[in-house]
C-alpha cells in the first residue's frame, strides 16, 4: 500500500527566511509524486510535480522539490518566503493500486509566514 | 475556458437528511474523484469513476453514494448513515486513468446542524 507522512503539521518562518517542509513516503510501486498548495477554502493548486528525469523540480513561484529514491522522500523547499506563501501544502502520491491509479495525500503542512 | 464546477460552494443540512454535492467538467476528462477533507487529516478518497457507468468505492465510501451516468459529471449524495458528514468536500479529475495531471474543484463545506 502506499501512505505519505509529512513530518510537520505547522511550520512558522519570518519573511524572507528559508523553509523546508518535509515529505516522506512508501511504495511498492513506481509513483509519481506531488505538492499541491491550498489557500483558505480554496481548492487544491499544483506547486510541481516528479515524474522522472531530473529529480530537482521546480515551480514558477520559487518552490522546488528534489526526489530522493533511496530516502523515499520528496521535500519542499524555497530559499526565501513572502508572506503570500501562507497556506497549507499536501505532499501526494500517484500509484497504481489494485489496478486503479489513486492518489494518495500527507496529512498537510500549514505554512505561516511572519512578518 | 475549461475547469471544475463544484455547487453549492456552502451548504448546511439538517442531521438525518440526505444532500448531493454537484461536480461538473467541461475538460472532456475519463477519471473523477470525490475526496473528503478534515483538519489535521488531508485528503481522503470516497469513490472514484474511471469511466462513465463505472465507479468504485475509495478509502472511506461508507455514507455516501455516486453515479457516473455522462462523462462530465460526478455527483456525491453524503446519506444519513454517514456518521460524521461535516468536511470539506473537494472533486478531482484527470485526463486519463494513471496520467499525472489531477486538476481539482474549488470545493464544498459541507455543515450539518
Known amino acids: 500500500a502506499q501512505s505519505v507522512t509529512q513530518l510537520d503539521s505547522q511550520v512558522p518562518v519570518f519573511e524572507e527566511a528559508p523553509v523546508e517542509l518535509r515529505c516522506n513516503y512508501s511504495?511498492?510501486?513506481?509513483?509519481?509524486l506531488f505538492w499541491y498548495v491550498q489557500y483558505p477554502n480554496q481548492g487544491l493548486q499544483l506547486l510541481l510535480k516528479?515524474?522522472?528525469?531530473?529529480?530537482l523540480v521546480e515551480s514558477i513561484n520559487g518552490f522546488e522539490a528534489e526526489f530522493n529514491k533511496s530516502q523515499t522522500s520528496f521535500h519542499l523547499r524555497k530559499p526565501s518566503v513572502h508572506i503570500s506563501d501562507t497556506a497549507e501544502y499536501f505532499c501526494?502520491?500517484?500509484?497504481?493500486?489494485?489496478?486503479?491509479?489513486?492518489?494518495?495525500f500527507g496529512q498537510g503542512t500549514r505554512l505561516t509566514i511572519n512578518p | 475556458d475549461g475547469g471544475i464546477t463544484q455547487s453549492p460552494k456552502y451548504l448546511f443540512r439538517k442531521e438525518g437528511q440526505n444532500v448531493t454535492l454537484s461536480c461538473e467538467q467541461n475538460?472532456?476528462?475519463?477519471?473523477m474523484y470525490w475526496y473528503r477533507q478534515d483538519p489535521g487529516q488531508g485528503l481522503r478518497l470516497i469513490y472514484y469513476?474511471?469511466?462513465?457507468?463505472?465507479?468504485q468505492k475509495g478509502d472511506i465510501a461508507e455514507g455516501y453514494s455516486v453515479s457516473r451516468e455522462k462523462k462530465e459529471s460526478f455527483p456525491l449524495t453524503v446519506t444519513s448513515a454517514q456518521k460524521n458528514p461535516t468536511a470539506f468536500y473537494l472533486c478531482?479529475?484527470?485526463?486519463?486513468?494513471?496520467?499525472?495531471?489531477?486538476?481539482f474543484g474549488s470545493g464544498t463545506r459541507l455543515t450539518v446542524v
Open positions: 501526494a502520491v500517484s500509484g497504481n493500486i489494485q489496478g486503479a491509479q489513486k492518489l494518495v
Open positions: 511504495s511498492s510501486v513506481s509513483v509519481y
Open positions: 516528479y515524474l522522472s528525469g531530473s529529480t
Open positions: 475538460l472532456n476528462h475519463d477519471a
Open positions: 469513476s474511471q469511466i462513465v457507468n463505472d465507479f
Open positions: 478531482a479529475t484527470n485526463a486519463v486513468p494513471g496520467g499525472s495531471g489531477y486538476t
